[in-house]
C-alpha cells in the first residue's frame, strides 16, 4: 500500500510563494513518475506538474511554465512543487499523484495513488 501525504500549503499574497512537498511510503517510489494536480471549488481536478522516475523530465501544464518546478529526492522518497508568483488563479487544493508509468503524464487516469490534498489560498 502507498501512502501520499502532501505539506506546505498555506494563505500567501499573490506574487509570493510556497514550496509543497508530498511523502511517499513505500520501497518503490524511485521507480514512478510523480506528478501534482489542483482542484478548486466547482472545478475539475487540474494537471499541475509531473516528474519521471529519475527526475530528468519534467512536464508542466502551459499556464506554470515558467513559474512552477517540481522535482523529486528519491533518497528522501519526496517529490517537491516550488511555486513562485503566485496568483489568485492558483487557489486550490494540491494533491500528489504516484504515477502507474516511469514517464511524466498530464492524465489522471494514469495515476493510481493520490494523497489527500494540501490547500494554498492566494489572496489579492
Known amino acids: 500500500q502507498v501512502q501520499l501525504v502532501e505539506s506546505g500549503g498555506g494563505l500567501v499574497q499573490a506574487g509570493g510563494s510556497l514550496r509543497l512537498s508530498c511523502a511517499a511510503s513505500g520501497r518503490t517510489f524511485s521507480m514512478y513518475a510523480m506528478g501534482w494536480f489542483r482542484q478548486a471549488p466547482g472545478k475539475e481536478r487540474e494537471f499541475v506538474a509531473a516528474?519521471?522516475?529519475?527526475?530528468?523530465?519534467?512536464y508542466y501544464a502551459d499556464s506554470m511554465k515558467g513559474r512552477f518546478t517540481i522535482s523529486r529526492d528519491n533518497a528522501k522518497n519526496t517529490v517537491y512543487l516550488q511555486m513562485d508568483s503566485l496568483k489568485p488563479d492558483d487557489t486550490a487544493v494540491y494533491h500528489c499523484?504516484?504515477?502507474?508509468?516511469?514517464?511524466?503524464?498530464?492524465?489522471?487516469?494514469?495515476?493510481?495513488?493520490w494523497g489527500q490534498g494540501t490547500q494554498v489560498t492566494v489572496s489579492s
Open positions: 516528474i519521471s522516475w529519475s527526475g530528468g523530465n519534467t
Open positions: 499523484g504516484r504515477s502507474r508509468v516511469t514517464v511524466p503524464t498530464p492524465a489522471a487516469r494514469d495515476y493510481d495513488y
